[in-house]
Each structure stands twice: as structure tokens, then as C-alpha cells.
């Protein structure tokens, strides 16, 4: 079974999982995702690829404690091994040289836009990265995304960073100073759909990273299914990268809280389980 | 294609030497065909309805020993048998039948696996009245054929029962290693057909559990898991490796294997990809497709949800869309989960539905609702999006389409609404792109299925062979294993004669 080879707490609530994958650490590419499953009576989730390492054959994803599955991943120390973690899955982001692209990311979308914006960089365009964080003690990455973008936004809610509008105010703000060609914005599905309905004015394109709930992410059970441009698209195969402008946004949020109150209830039994 | 298509004057042969043995000359003539011929078929014991309509333990209870020599007695040991000429893999049913009748289960079930490696699965699953017994000659002659199926099934269980199915002395390694795609009934029998020849073979699946349709699709109820288990434990004794999460095409490609030193290649990647009906309202909550609907609540047990984490809806009103296996499956699950009602919705008429009669009429007394010549033409949801109701149309039936079956057209302005709370998308599943998508020159139908050469099972692409669900695009357990002896044989011979 796939080894834990480092689990971290970065900030309160979102943490770093670092696996031992050598296939996947070989074939992944920016924007794909792997499925993981904590223990034996576990779900399947799927979390996107933030880094890998080729030569040490591991994989590292960041993720947000939000209920059972995660919050069992936030358990998980260096040794422990994990049943599942399939990939690498997904499409990957269309990368290539297209001038000026903006790298948006919010809570564990820091770590996700990672990749990206390390990859565009290397294609040759100029990043712009913008990172949108509740409070200055929940930015995490900031070395990490300064080494590959050119320059690095950091929106807060709480002034430290100058202003404190959500992270439409700082697209705008972009768009009206520089030319941007493209934009990727990776986080929870408000995030995105604010980023999207922020450029949809310039129509820049901008692409985001689906998040819908997912049951095997290999295209078999059609558990993801969004609507991109009037037609039904199951975002493990044909995504998880849509053109945000063309996401039908309500049918996602209301597919994503399916199962709101199971979840409560899972969470209620782990914790007397777990902690009685 | 099938084994006896290829080879019938083989077949036939062993089945006649069979027949001549003393031994069986001598169980003829103890009882004469006349009283054998008076013995009424065994009926296979099941859990009363109202009670297993409830939980998720097997229906079919199994024939006792007593019970199956009776059955066993009954089968007039033909000098041509119709039987074998039946059975898909061609397996030998009157030799393994009079072994019943002397009471040796062990050569039985010997017998069996020579030419089926999943008897237990085949005895509950397989279309057997369209197959091995629809061809028994005791059918033709008193209308009642021999339960063939429940004497494998009932001969594969002892067998496990006894501590499973001993490997047979494997012949010296050939050093060949053997890359199959896939653990479902086509995988698993390749597998198992090629590490008895002696290679080195590796199995590679996509799911964390091995089976196929056989463990996320079929419910516990008709297909117990421990049954998947002992199977995948003999392959293992065997010599088979399994590489479970592992998704070829994305993990690695059939070229990456190859680089890695597999010579040959089976693919049994199934149809895994579900259809829908593109109509207004199928991407509500509470609409499913019967794969998510099944994979929830078997490979993830969401019926023990929360001791398992995996949700599912429960759903009130439950409707299941379709009229084939899958369908049963579904509306049988939702039953069991709870819904005061459960609805069949299908467009043709009884007539036409594809389900195995069994299988319906085990959903019948357990107090499924059928509603034929109807279909949905959308599904209503609420203001959050959850489906609350579903409008449908009748149907009559009119002139035969391709299929030969009559064609469903729709009454005017005969729509009505029904209140629904959940709904099961059964329409059937299209092969999966993926392996076609991630391995160039690979030759794809035009539904998605990758074409074979039937008498050998190859590809378009030299060592890589194929079949099952993913060349034939839905069909059977036992076909897709047929696939699978067909190409094992002819990926054997390749190997030995030095090609990879
Ligand atoms: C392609 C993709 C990549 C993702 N990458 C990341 C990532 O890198 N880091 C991260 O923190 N999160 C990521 N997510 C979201 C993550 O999968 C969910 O937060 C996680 O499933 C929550 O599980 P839970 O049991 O802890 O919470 P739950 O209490 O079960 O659910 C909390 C929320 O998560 C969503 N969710 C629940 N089950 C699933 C499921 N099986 N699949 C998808 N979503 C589900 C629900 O909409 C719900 O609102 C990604 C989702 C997708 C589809
Ligand atoms: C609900 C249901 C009920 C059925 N009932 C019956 C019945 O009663 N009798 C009967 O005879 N038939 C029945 N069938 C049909 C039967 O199950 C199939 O015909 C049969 O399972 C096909 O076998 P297969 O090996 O070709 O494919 P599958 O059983 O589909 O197995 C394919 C396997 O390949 C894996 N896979 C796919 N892609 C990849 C990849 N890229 N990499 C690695 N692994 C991959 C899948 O995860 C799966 O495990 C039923 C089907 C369903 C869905
Ligand atoms: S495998 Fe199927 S067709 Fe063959 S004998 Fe058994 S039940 Fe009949
Ligand atoms: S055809 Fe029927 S009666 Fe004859 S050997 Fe086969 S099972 Fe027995
Ligand atoms: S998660 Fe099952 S099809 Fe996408």
C-alpha cells in the first residue's frame, strides 16, 4: 500500500499530504488530480497534484480538513500507509506560451496553482500569481510561489496586505492595469466562479479547475457531471479544466452539497468513534 | 467466437470419451431414462420475499448435497448431448453432472474448472435458461431442463467451502511476462489461463477491489463477495500478480508496460461508461446512473453508511429506468434501501425486457412496481436543485427495429407527472475511451469498441489482444470469458513460439 512520507499541518486547517508514488511522481503533469482513500472504510476523493518529485517517486497534495475523509488524511503521519491513491487523473492544463497569465488560487488553490505557474513560467510566459487568503496567518507558499512568478498578489480580508475586498476587486484591479492573456483560478467553487464572473467583462479566458463530488474519477460512474456550454461534461476525463465563462456555476454548487447532511452525520459517527 | 466454434470435433470428442468411461455406462444403467425423466426439478430455496427484500444477504439459498444428486439423477446423460454446445467456454456439463450423481464433488468441480475458472460466478449469474439449458435435451423432451447452473453453482461451493480450489502443478516458467488490463471476468480468466501456462502475468486495475461489474455492479444480494475473493485468491496461488489503482493509459500506457518488458497484452477494460438519455433535468441531485447508483452502495457499502463513508440517497419514491440486469439490480438495491416504492420505467413491453426471467421475477415478489411502454421525458427538480418529480410518456409498440424487437413510439399528449425522489439512469454503458484514447494505432468501432479478429481475439496492434465487454460492448459474464479463453489460447501460442 502507497506510504505516507510526510504529513504537515501548513496553516490552520490546510495541510500537505506527501506520498510515495513513483508511477505517478513519473507520469503527472500540472493539473491532474489523484483519488485517495484514508483506510479500509474510507471514500474516495480526489485532490489535485501540487508537486511531485521525480527522483524520490513521491507525490504531494495540499488539502482543507472540511469533513470525514479529510480531516482522517489529517491524521495520517510519515509511515502510515493509505489504501488508495490512483492517478495520475484528469487532463492536464493546457500549458503553452500565450503572453500574460494570471495564476489565481485560494485555500489549498495556493498549492494547486503551484505547478501551473511554475509551468507557464518555464513556457515562457510572464506570471502574474494571486493568492486569496481569509487572514495573513492562513497564506502558506508565498517563497514557493514567488520562485516562479514574476509577481505575486496576496488578496486578504484582513488589510495587511492593502485593501480588503475579495479577490474580484483584485482581478479587476489586474485587468485595468495590464494586458492579460489568460487566466487559471484553482479553489472552492466560489473562488473560481468569482474569478470567472470578475473577467468575464474583458473576456479573457480562464480556465477552472472543477470540483465536483467524484466517486471513481476514471469516467465510469458519472458522479461528475457538470455543464459546460449546454452540454453535460464528467469533469474526471474530460476536466477537470473548463472555461470558467461557460460553467454552468448553480448546477455545481447544488451538485456539491448532495449529501450535506450525510456528510454531518459522518462526521458525527467518526468523532464518537474515533474520540469517544 | 466461442471454444467449440473453433474446435466443436475437439470438444465433442472428449465429451464422447467422457461418455464411454465405465463408470458412466454403469450410473445409466442403474436408473433407466423413463424414471429419471419423472424426477421434478429441484427448485433452488430462497429467503422468503418480505424478508430479504430488506437486507442485503443472497436470495438463492443453494441446493442441498441431497437435493442436487436428485437434480443431478435427472439428466439423461445423452450420447449427444445438447448442453455443451451451449455453454460459452464449453465446459463438459454431462461429465461433471454424473460426478454430481456419484457423489464425487471434488472431481466435479475439477472437471468444471478445466474449461470455467469462475464456476461460483457462472452458477448465479449466468443467463443459463438462454444458454446451456434452453439446448438440454431434457427441455425437449419434457419442457423442464436440467438446473445446470444450479449444480455448478451448487459444485463450486462445496468446493470453496472444502478450502478452494487447489492449483494445479504449474509447468517451469516461461520467463514471459503478461500485462492484462483490467480485473473483470475477461481479465481474471486470461490470467488465469496464462499463469497455468507458466508465464509471468501481472494484472492491472483500475478499482481497489477485483471483479469488475462482478463486485461494483452486482449487488451482494445475487453475488456475494467472499465468492470474488476465494477467486482472486486462487489466481494468487496461481502465481498472478495484481496491481490494483493502477489506470492503464493514465498510470502507464500499454507502450510504457512494454518498455517495462511486458511481452503481451490482454485488454478487459469492460463497458464502463454509463449513458444517458440527454434529457432536461438528468444532472439534478437524486438522478444517477445505475454505475454510481451500484458502485456506491457495493464497492463502497454505502448500505452500511456511516461505519462505511460513503452516502447514498436513500430515496422514497425510487424510479430505475431501464429493463435489463442492470435495472433489476438497481430497483432491487433502492427496495432494499428503503423505498416505500420502487418503479420499473421501461419503454418497451414485458416481451422485450432484456433481464433474465429470474431476476424479474425475484424483483416481482419482492414487490417491485413494473410500468411498461413508458418512458421519462424530464425529471423536475426544486428550487435547490433536488429532483422532486418526473414527467413521462407512454408508448405503443410499432414496427420491428434493427434489434428484431418492436420499435416503442410515443402516444400524443399522453404525458404525466409522478412524484419521484430518486431516479436510476439503466440504459446501458458504452465501452471506455480511455485505453483506446492513450494507445495510438489502436483500431476502435464505431461505438467505441475495440475491434478484434473473433477467432484469436488480436488487435490492430501485434501481442495486444482484447475482449469482453470492451469488444463487445455489453454482453455477458460468460461471453466476456469465452473472449477470454479464446485470446489466452492464441496469446500462448504467440509466446511460445517466441513472439512477444
Ligand atoms: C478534481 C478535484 C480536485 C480537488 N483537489 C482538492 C485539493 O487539492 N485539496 C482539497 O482540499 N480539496 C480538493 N478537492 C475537493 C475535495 O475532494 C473535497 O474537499 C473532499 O472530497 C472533501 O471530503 P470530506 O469527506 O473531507 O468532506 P465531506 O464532509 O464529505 O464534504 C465536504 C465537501 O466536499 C465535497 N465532497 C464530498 N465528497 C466528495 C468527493 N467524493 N469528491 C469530491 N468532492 C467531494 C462536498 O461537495 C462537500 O461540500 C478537489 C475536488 C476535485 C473534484
Ligand atoms: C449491474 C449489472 C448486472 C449484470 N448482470 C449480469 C448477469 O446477471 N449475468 C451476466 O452474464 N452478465 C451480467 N452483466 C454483464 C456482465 O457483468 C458483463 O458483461 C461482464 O462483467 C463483462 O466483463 P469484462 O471483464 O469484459 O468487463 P468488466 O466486468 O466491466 O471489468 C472491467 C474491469 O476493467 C477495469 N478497467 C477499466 N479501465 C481500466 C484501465 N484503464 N486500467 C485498469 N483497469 C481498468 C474496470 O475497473 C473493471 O474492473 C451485468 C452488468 C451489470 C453492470
Ligand atoms: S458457464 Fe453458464 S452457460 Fe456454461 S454451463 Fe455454466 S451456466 Fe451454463
Ligand atoms: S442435454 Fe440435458 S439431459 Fe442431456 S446431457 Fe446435457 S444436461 Fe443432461
Ligand atoms: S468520478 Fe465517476 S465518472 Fe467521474
Redesign the pocket.
Known amino acids: 500500500m502507497p506510504r505516507v512520507v510526510r504529513r504537515e499541518r501548513l496553516v490552520p486547517n490546510i495541510h500537505l499530504l506527501e506520498v510515495e508514488a513513483p508511477e505517478i511522481a513519473r507520469k503527472c503533469r500540472p493539473g491532474q488530480f489523484v483519488i485517495v482513500m484514508p483506510d479500509a472504510r474510507g471514500e474516495r476523493i480526489p485532490l489535485t497534484i501540487a508537486d511531485w518529485d521525480r527522483e524520490r517517486g513521491t507525490v504531494t497534495s495540499v488539502f482543507m480538513a472540511v469533513g470525514t475523509t479529510t480531516r482522517k488524511l489529517a491524521l495520517l503521519a510519515a509511515g502510515d500507509t493509505v489504501p488508495i491513491f490512483a492517478g495520475p487523473l484528469g487532463r492536464p492544463s493546457e500549458i503553452g506560451p500565450v503572453g500574460t497569465v494570471l495564476c489565481a488560487g485560494g485555500c489549498f488553490g495556493i498549492a494547486a496553482i503551484h505547478p501551473l505557474a511554475r509551468a507557464f513560467k518555464e513556457a515562457g510566459n510572464r506570471v502574474l500569481a494571486l493568492v486569496d487568503v481569509k487572514a495573513d496567518y492562513l497564506l502558506y507558499w508565498r517563497d514557493r510561489l514567488e520562485a516562479v512568478a514574476d509577481e505575486l498578489v496576496v488578496s486578504s480580508r484582513d488589510g495587511l496586505y492593502g485593501g480588503t475586498d475579495y479577490v474580484p476587486g483584485r482581478v479587476r484591479d489586474i485587468l485595468a492595469r495590464e494586458k492579460i492573456d489568460r487566466i487559471v483560478a484553482v479553489g472552492c467553487t466560489y473562488f473560481m466562479s468569482s474569478v470567472a464572473e470578475a473577467s468575464r467583462p474583458a473576456g479573457v479566458r480562464t480556465m477552472v479547475s472543477l470540483n465536483p463530488i467524484m466517486v471513481?474519477g476514471?469516467g465510469?460512474c458519472g458522479a461528475c457531471r457538470v455543464t459546460v456550454d449546454g452540454r453535460t461534461r464528467f469533469a474526471c476525463v474530460d476536466g477537470p479544466d473548463f472555461d470558467g465563462h461557460l460553467v454552468d456555476w448553480a448546477e455545481l454548487y447544488a451538485r456539491r452539497k448532495s449529501y450535506f447532511e450525510d456528510e454531518v452525520r459522518s462526521l458525527c459517527a467518526w468523532e464518537e468513534e474515533r474520540f469517544p | 467466437m466461442s471454444e467449440q466454434d473453433k474446435a466443436p470435433s475437439a470438444l465433442a470428442a472428449q465429451v464422447r470419451a467422457e461418455f464411454e468411461k465405465d463408470w458412466r455406462k454403469e450410473l445409466r444403467r442403474a436408473l433407466p431414462v423413463l424414471q429419471r425423466m419423472k424426477i421434478p426439478r429441484r427448485p433452488m430455496p430462497q429467503r422468503p420475499p418480505g424478508e430479504r427484500n430488506k437486507d442485503f444477504a443472497e436470495v438463492n439459498q443453494g441446493l442441498s448435497a441431497e437435493e442436487a444428486v436428485l437434480e443431478a439423477r435427472r439428466c439423461l446423460d445423452c450420447a449427444k448431448p445438447g448442453c455443451v454446445g451451449g455453454c460459452p467456454v464449453g465446459i463438459d456439463i454431462p461429465s461433471f453432472i454424473k460426478l454430481v450423481e456419484k457423489g464425487d464433488f471434488a472431481a466435479a468441480a475439477a472437471r468444471i474448472r478445466e474449461s470455467n475458472s469462475l464456476p461460483a460466478v457462472c452458477g448465479r449469474?449466468?443467463?443459463q435458461e438462454t444458454q446451456c439449458e434452453e439446448k438440454c435435451l431434457l427441455k425437449k423432451a419434457s419442457g423442464v431442463a436440467v438446473g445446470i447452473g444450479n449444480l455448478e453453482r451448487f459444485v463450486s461451493d462445496q468446493e470453496r467451502a472444502a478450502g478452494g480450489a487447489v492449483a494445479p502443478p504449474l509447468p517451469p516458467p516461461t520467463g514471459r511476462k503478461v500485462a492484462v488490463?483490467?480485473?473483470?471476468?475477461?481479465?481474471?480468466t486470461v490470467a488465469g489461463e496464462l499463469a497455468r501456462a507458466g508465464h509471468s502475468v501481472t494484472v492491472?486495475?483500475?478499482?481497489h477491489e477485483?471483479?469488475?461489474?462482478?463486485?461494483?455492479?452486482?449487488p451482494e444480494f445475487?453475488l456475494p463477495k467472499g465468492i470474488l475473493v476465494a477467486e482472486v485468491a486462487y489466481l494468487e496461488r496461481l502465481g498472478v500478480e495484481f496491481r490494483m489503482n493502477?489506470?492503464?493509459?493514465?498510470t502507464a500506457t500499454i507502450d510504457d508496460l512494454r518498455d517495462e518488458g511486458y511481452e503481451a497484452f490482454f485488454i478487459?477494460?469492460?463497458?464502463?461508461l454509463p449513458n444517458f438519455m440527454k434529457i432536461p433535468g438528468e444532472n439534478l441531485v437524486g438522478v444517477y446512473s445505475?454505475?454510481e447508483y451500484?458502485t456506491r452502495v457495493n464497492l463502497m457499502r454505502a448500505y452500511d453508511f456511516p461505519r462505511y463513508d460513503t452516502p447514498v440517497f436513500p430515496g422514497r419514491r425510487a424510479a430505475v429506468i431501464g429493463g435489463g440486469?442492470?435495472a433489476m439490480?438497481?430497483v432491487r438495491t433502492a427496495k432494499r434501501l428503503g423505498a416505500e416504492r420502487a418503479l420499473i420505467i421501461y419503454r418497451r413491453s414485458r416481451a422485450e425486457m432484456p433481464a433474465?426471467v429470474e431476476?424479474v421475477h425475484h424483483a416481482e415478489e419482492e414487490g417491485i412496481e413494473f410500468h411498461f411502454l413508458t418512458a421519462p421525458t424530464r425529471y423536475i427538480g426544486d428550487a435547490n436543485g433536488r429532483l422532486k418529480a418526473m414527467e413521462c410518456l407512454r408508448m405503443e409498440l410499432g414496427e420491428p427495429d434493427a434489434s428484431g424487437r418492436r420499435r416503442p413510439v410515443p402516444v400524443a399528449g399522453s404525458e404525466f407527472t409522478t412524484e419521484v425522489d430518486l431516479v436510476v439512469v439503466a440504459i446501458g454503458?458504452s465501452p471506455?475511451p480511455?485505453?483506446p484514447q492513450t494507445t495510438p494505432g489502436l483500431g476502435v468501432g464505431k461505438w467505441g469498441t475495440i475491434d478484434v479478429d473473433w477467432a484469436t481475439m488480436a488487435t490492430s496492434i501485434p501481442s495486444v489482444y482484447a475482449?469482453?465487454?470492451?469488444a463487445?460492448g455489453?454482453?455477458?459474464?460468460?461471453?466476456?470469458m469465452g473472449d477470454?479463453r479464446t485470446a489466452a489460447a492464441a496469446m500462448d501460442l504467440r509466446l511460445k513460439q517466441g513472439a512477444g
Do not use: K
Request: charged share 10%.
Open positions: 471513481d476514471t465510469m | 449469474v449466468c443467463p488490463v483490467g480485473a473483470g471476468p475477461a481479465g481474471l492491472f486495475e483500475a478499482l477485483a471483479g469488475g461489474v462482478l463486485v461494483y455492479g452486482i445475487r493502477f489506470v492503464v493509459g493514465l478487459g477494460s469492460g463497458a464502463g445505475a454505475n451500484l440486469n442492470v439490480d438497481s433474465r431476476e454503458q471506455n480511455l485505453i475482449g469482453g465487454d470492451i463487445r455489453g454482453a455477458t459474464v460468460i461471453l466476456a477470454a
